[in-house]
């Protein structure tokens, strides 16, 4: 079995999503785990993919639309209001950061964080089309922010987190870049029970959003030791299920889109309060 590095991760990952959006035309768009790869692993539920957005998109150009790879809607999710700073892990081209852009106002900032030129070259190209000056695009790592620490009202992220090796990582920066009383809104694919090592090894599948997705139990704990309280982990389809507490079955772990938040403690001050 080859060896599985957070260095050959990242580069796996960043080949695919930047063929992908070199690659991006209108018509060719869809979710981040394609069919082939989700038939390769029969776990995948077509009904998790779709239907991302409560958030109106209808006047998003197509180059945004179309090239939108998440697996829920975490803008629904943030409930954003004017003014407040937004951070966007894994931003791809641009989808959710316009959104949020436009829900915070001139008064608020988002920033779309990711580590693929390609995709980031899109992101800009689009943000150019809309129109929309407050928010910024950043190359970098979600393990390691390029964002300065207590900065962020938000963190956002679509279908993003299971793909990097090192989950308690992301979760740690999110935390130092959240200001006290900050939370995060985040959709991603979480899973029930364990994939192997040699699950794991397979890096399409990685690549595709299925085998790189951690057991719910060891994604709370992981929120948990960044130091985020009020952890809510739920199926997007059924939200009264909490993920982490399904009880164990045999077989393959079962793959699900979920709905991620948690808080920081401490108390959110906003900039409207004090003037
Ligand atoms: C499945 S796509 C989702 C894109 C976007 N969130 C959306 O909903 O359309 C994953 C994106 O995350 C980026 N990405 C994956 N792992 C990353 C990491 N460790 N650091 C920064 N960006 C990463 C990829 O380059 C890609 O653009």
């Avoid at 790869?37 to 180059?63: H, N, Q, R």
């Avoid at 959709?187 to 599948?205: C, K, L, N, Y």
């Avoid at 709370?220 to 009880?247: C, M, N, W, Y």
Wanted: with cysteine; hydrophobic share 40%; glycine share 8%.
């Amino acid at each position: 079995m080859k060896e599985l590095t957070p260095e050959k991760i990242h580069q796996e990952v960043q080949e695919r999503y930047a063929r992908i959006a070199d690659e991006f035309k209108i018509e060719v768009s869809g979710s981040c785990c394609d069919t082939a790869v989700a038939d390769e692993v029969s776990i995948y539920d077509d009904a998790l993919f779709t239907d991302f957005y409560d958030a109106d998109t209808g006047w998003l150009p197509e180059d945004v639309t179309g090239l939108s790879l998440g697996c829920g809607d975490p803008i629904t999710l943030a409930n954003l209001e004017a003014g407040q700073v937004v951070l966007d892990l894994g931003s791809g081209g641009g989808i959710d950061c316009f959104i949020a852009a436009r829900q915070v106002g001139p008064g608020g900032h988002v920033i779309g964080v990711d580590m693929t030129p390609s995709m980031l070259e899109k992101a800009n190209r689009n943000k150019a089309k809309v129109g929309l000056d407050n928010v910024e695009f950043r190359q970098g790592q979600i393990e390691d922010l390029p964002v300065d620490s207590e900065t962020v009202d938000v963190v956002i992220s679509n279908c993003v987190i299971n793909l990097s090796p090192d989950k308690a990582a992301v979760f740690r920066e999110s935390f130092r870049a959240l200001k006290p009383g900050g939370r995060i809104a985040v959709s991603d694919i979480v899973t029930q029970g364990r994939f192997t090592p040699e699950q794991r090894a397979d890096m399409a599948q990685w690549t595709g959003c299925i085998t790189g997705a951690e057991d719910a139990a060891d994604y709370v704990a992981a929120i948990r030791a960044a130091g985020f309280t009020q952890i809510s982990v739920r199926d997007k389809a059924h939200p009264e299920v909490e993920l982490d507490k399904l009880t164990a079955h045999d077989g393959p772990p079962q793959v699900f889109s979920a709905r991620v938040t948690a808080v920081k403690p401490g108390v959110s001050i906003r900039r409207s309060s004090l003037v």
